[in-house]
């Protein structure tokens, strides 16, 4: 009778807290803004959290707290929304997500007079990373720090931090983005019709050249024909993108190795979404 009376009880726990859905086959977090709020979302789960205004979001390395930019100023917060913390009031007013979590978990990266700076989260110090070439926006970094995406206007280019080199692997394009080993870089197509296909491109060892390594059609996205707004996670399979035209704003997340999209959360309106997956690297 014990024994019985325990399983039903046990039932009825895991009926009322059901294990968390995955999306894609992977458990992760999203960030996005919308209506100037940022906000964050389990995968797949319709509760987020409020982060405060914001223009942009990026997350840090380890998931627990997010990056933004709202007009001048870049703030930390952590991902429940506690302790948001003002790191810089110097930060250029651009439209095209000036804004990163540096992979060392440290500090922010952001634009500031064409350069990429990078702040401290602790002691609000600031440097400039990268002010040999010009960049507006869409930063990207990879995992060992070395290698560098951002967008000029609508020229993209790839940085070689340890050489100070760089390429423009498209002059006419946008959503200049970074795989976390640094070896594969993406854009968008601004064909017209514009945005129907994402390209991804083989950067070489030395970051001088480049070849085309794979096309994505943004058909691949449920309900969806054109997407915009593309970053890499720090999961090398996994690109977001937001809908552009027939599901307005929605964030999506690409697995560019079999080339399969789903929805992250069902949210219109969004704009440039980041995905944090957990997963050992």
């Known amino acids: 009778m014990i024994r019985n009376f325990l399983n039903v009880i046990v039932l009825i726990m895991i009926i009322s807290f059901p294990a968390f859905a995955q999306v894609g086959g992977i458990t992760g977090k999203v960030v996005y ?15 987020y959290v409020e982060l405060g205004r914001g223009d942009f979001a990026r997350w840090s390395p380890d998931g627990e707290r997010v990056a933004v930019k709202d007009g001048s100023k870049i703030y930390v917060v952590d991902a429940d929304g506690m302790n948001r913390i003002e790191l810089a009031d110097n930060a250029e007013e651009d439209k095209n997500c000036p804004l990163e979590f540096h992979p060392n978990g440290n500090e922010v990266l952001y634009i500031m007079d064409d350069m990429v700076m990078a702040v401290d989260i602790h002691l609000q110090e600031q440097r400039a990373l990268v002010d040999f070439v010009d960049c507006t926006g869409e930063i990207g970094m990879s995992a060992e720090q070395n290698r560098l995406v951002c967008r000029d206007g ?13 390429i423009e692997y498209h002059d006419d394009n946008c959503s200049a983005g970074i795989s976390p080993d640094g070896q594969f870089i993406t854009f968008n197509d601004n064909s017209k019709p514009h945005h129907l296909n994402v390209f991804i491109n083989k950067l070489n060892r030395t970051n001088t050249s ?3 390594h794979r096309t994505i059609s943004h058909s691949v996205m449920p309900g969806e ?7 890499w996670s720090n999961h090398p399979d996994w690109i977001t993108c937001e809908g552009d035209k ?9 697995n560019v190795t079999t080339q399969e999209g789903f929805v992250m959360v069902d949210v219109e309106d969004t704009v440039y979404p980041d995905l944090w997956v957990e997963y050992k690297q």
Do not use: C, E, Y
């Open 33 to 47: 803004v919308k209506d100037n709020q940022v906000r964050a979302h389990q995968l797949g789960d319709s509760v």
């Open 210 to 212: 480049f070849k085309l």
């Open 225 to 231: 024909r054109m997407g915009d707004n593309h970053h």
């Open 246 to 254: 027939k599901r307005k704003g929605v964030p999506f997340m690409i």
């Open 154 to 166: 609508h020229i993209l280019r790839a940085i070689d931090l340890d050489t100070r080199t760089h």
